[in-house]
């Protein structure tokens, strides 16, 4: 299994990534990671952590899960042997890299929801630019199963987060809320990719995006790693926060270097 990227990250992609805020890399993890991490997934998913979550509410089955490399040994040498953190850093122009967290999800075929719009970040207790996530499928994805990013919005102002389940805001963060982005779409450039396994995501963690239903006859497992950089910084957030689900020992604007948020790359 690859520990380097299969093919060298464009120099490019660094200012596509800045200007649209997501870049889509190909052939950069080989087919042992694959065929490695897909029977990792289904372990996973046979025993739910604590944080497992059944998200369809209507037909199929979209499960997520968190913190898995805490957890299940192919998940971690995924974050430390794989070539996903120098990926990130590359693609951020960041010195260093710290691995944040790690989330599942997986969309069986004929689910019908959604992943709701919204921004990464402000669920996150971290700050700064250099926050980027590493979207990676081990199943083919149809460009009308992909996730979807409205390219630019990684500009835009923080909005507040909000429980999938009911769609009711977190409490206290003082934060508006997103706008329609489903009822505007048209004034928007929304950018999705068809992918092979092997290929990923890039996106920063402030841009607007979402994802529709699996409607496919592929099953659509994926593993998002959560990656950060030289300016990112510890950052006690008022309000309901998410991530991380443990106390990583930090004070507000501390570095994020730290055992649970291990520097996993250097340039």
Known sequence: MNRRPLTPVPEEVAAVYARDGIVCLRGMFDAGWIEFMGEAVDRAMAAPGARGEEYARSGGRFFGDLDLWQRHEPFHRFVFESPAAEIAGTVMRSSKVNFFYDQLLVKEPGTTERTP??????????????????????????????????????????????????????????????????????????????????????????????????????????????????????????????????????????????QLFPVVWRA
């Open 117 to 258: 719009w919204h921004q990464d970040q402000p669920y996150w207790a971290v700050a700064g630019r250099q926050v980027c996530s590493l979207w990676v499928p081990f199943d083919p994805v149809a460009e009308e199963t992909c996730v979807e990013y409205v390219a630019g919005s990684h500009a835009w102002p923080a909005f507040s987060p909000y429980h999938f389940a009911d769609g009711t805001p977190y409490a206290g963060t003082g934060l508006p809320a997103l706008p329609d982005i489903e009822a505007e779409r048209e004034r928007h450039r929304i950018l999705r990719f068809a992918l092979e396994p092997g290929d990923c995501l890039v996106f920063q963690a402030m841009i607007v995006h979402g994802a529709p239903g699996n409607r496919s006859a592929h099953r659509r497992r994926a593993l998002a790693t959560r990656w950060t950089g030289d300016d990112a910084r510890y950052c006690v957030r008022p309000g309901e926060v998410a991530i991380p689900t443990s106390d990583p020992g930090l004070a507000d604007g501390d570095i994020m270097d730290c």
